[in-house]
């Protein structure tokens, strides 16, 4: 890597006075912005994770009703149920 060095004869003021003039410092305040950014960050997990929840809820009611319809407790009741004897067939009158 080159480096150049210039010597010079005589300091011009004026141009460092108008850089002066021009020059702004500032100071952030980094913990603030750490915090608000890690508040922000909070946000967005707790989101994600509420999402998260609702989905896992709705998974579970899906597959419930699904294994409800799979299973067959809901067609075994007495109303849907009649015997032989309801219908007026009797075995004995067969032979």
Do not use: C, W
Request: glycine letters at 2%.
């Amino acid at each position: 890597m080159q480096v150049r060095k210039i010597r010079v004869a005589k300091r011009s003021n004026e141009i460092v006075n108008r850089l002066n003039k021009t020059k702004t410092e500032e100071h952030p305040d980094f913990r603030a912005a750490r915090e608000e950014r890690d508040g922000k960050e909070r946000e967005d997990k707790k989101k994600l994770q509420r999402l998260q929840k609702e989905q896992e809820k709705e998974e579970l009611a899906r597959k419930q009703k699904e294994a409800e319809l799979r299973s067959y407790t809901t067609l075994f009741t007495e109303d849907n149920m009649s015997s032989n004897k309801d219908n007026g067939y009797d075995s004995d009158d067969f032979m």
